[in-house]
């Protein structure tokens, strides 16, 4: 398998932002990590052989980033304006300056796939939903998807708000996101075992918002004895590539 470990400086985090790549070609694949991981923790978990027919045989590249949650949304010292401002610098990162480069050197010009696990779920839906033209497919594994649950309030707050995907897209009108979210492909999943249960609760709230809106959604409840573990993403996340591979999206 072709693998890369790089960087490159972000202007808008000014510093030097740290990423991994895997495979040689197909479909971009994004993930965000869980929180306090890095753009090693895919690998290191073994998500990466998990996925690894998939890469060798050309149907994706993924690219692992660094996140800064531990500057933003993990930040309890600051003020809950102060974490979502950091993590719109982060969006701005990805959407400027990581995804033109994935594009570049891929020479893809469709669709990508976010996906991520835990917190990293969290990240693949929102940056799902707020840049649906950008990622057509988002596979979102145990996230919450209420920034309450980092922030603990203040989701009245603007930048907080629109980093809250169960308040923003249950308010959402714009035809434009609408339309792009119902020809766009959602897979997210949770178990019922331990340590789920925040994240059954997340959902099953976006379940219903996804109903109310009309979008159409893969929701996968996964048994009791699934906990909240890389030992079941492991077993999860090939599941739903050959899912996609089968509906002819990778």
Not at 44 to 72: C, K, N, W
Request: hydrophobic share 35%; proline share 4%; with cysteine.
């Amino acid at each position: 398998m072709y693998f890369e470990s790089r960087s490159h400086y972000s202007g808008h985090l000014n510093r030097e932002m740290y990423f991994n790549v895997y495979g040689h070609a197909g479909k971009p694949m994004v993930v965000f990590p869980s929180s306090g991981g890095s753009k090693d923790e895919y690998a290191a978990f073994g998500m990466i052989d998990a996925i690894r027919s998939f890469i060798d045989r050309g149907l994706i590249r993924v690219y692992t980033p660094d996140s800064v949650d531990q500057e933003s949304w993990l930040a309890t010292w600051k003020h809950p304006h102060d974490m979502a401002t950091m993590h719109d610098q982060y969006d701005k990162y990805i959407i400027h300056e990581f995804l033109p480069l994935i594009r570049y050197e891929s020479n893809w010009h469709g669709g990508l796939i976010a996906t991520g696990c835990s917190m990293g779920a969290y990240h693949a839906l929102n940056f799902g939903l707020r840049h649906p033209d950008v990622f057509d497919v988002v596979i979102a594994q145990s996230g919450v998807y209420d920034v309450r649950f980092f922030t603990q309030e203040y989701h009245d707050n603007q930048k907080v708000y629109f980093n809250s995907p169960l308040d923003y897209l249950s308010n959402m009108s714009d035809t434009w996101f609408l339309d792009r979210y119902r020809n766009n492909t959602f897979i997210i999943s949770v178990g019922q075992g331990s340590w789920e249960a925040p994240h059954i609760k997340d959902t099953r709230n976006l379940q219903h918002v996804f109903n109310m809106k009309g979008i159409a959604a893969w929701f996968d409840y996964w048994g009791h004895d699934v906990s909240h573990d890389w030992i079941w993403w492991r077993q999860q996340i090939p599941y739903f590539m050959g899912k996609l591979e089968e509906s002819h999206k990778i």
